[in-house]
């Protein structure tokens, strides 16, 4: 499974980079808007640090403009992918992005239908959002599910990028059932990296060493 860092932060990214877990990053225009207003800059050095792919939402509303604006986008670095979000009037965009060759992941996906039809386009990742159907209680875990078993049946290429994970069960469940990609907050990766019995289990390793009271393994 490919892990994607959720942020536009660059300091959290190249606190992550070193570790090796991190295939590349989404971006979106609320994680960028708390990065001040140079998003050009903001974006371009992030691209630079990144070896994996990095999405850049578009955020023109006219469908001529929005074309123009991917391919801007697109320029920006070779490991960009384009991020557009559903809607009908962008379906046909889509489908020439495709064609010319750019990277598109589709976004603010919450059906199977949804995903289905900008599948057979032949996009990049397809991105549900998992936290954002549990905000209006339903369980955002049912369109991963129903997404992996889609693409399965008709044997498309888009990857599932699961999206708006909020914690572990999410994540694990994402796993679980076989999504392509989770994309992570920082926030919530530092939580995980934490477990109370793999600290538990330090200290008591640490105690009966210090029995010996040998400072190294070989003295
Ligand atoms: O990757 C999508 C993500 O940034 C949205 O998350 O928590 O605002 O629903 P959230």
Redesign the pocket.
Known sequence: MKIFL?TANRELIEKWIPTGIIDGV?T?P??LSKEGKNSKKVLENICGIVKGDVSIEIVKKEPNEVYKQAIQISKIAPNVVVKIPFAWEYLSVINKLVKDGIKINV?LIFSVVQATLVSKLGVKYI?P????WD?IDRDGMDVIENLVIMKHNYGFKSEI?A????HVIHLQKSILMGADVA?I?PTLLDKLMVHPLTQQGIKKFDADWSKLEKEDLFD
């Open positions: 959720d989404t979106n609320s994680l976004t991105s959002f998992i936290g954002r905000d990028l999206a708006s994970i909020r994309t907050p």
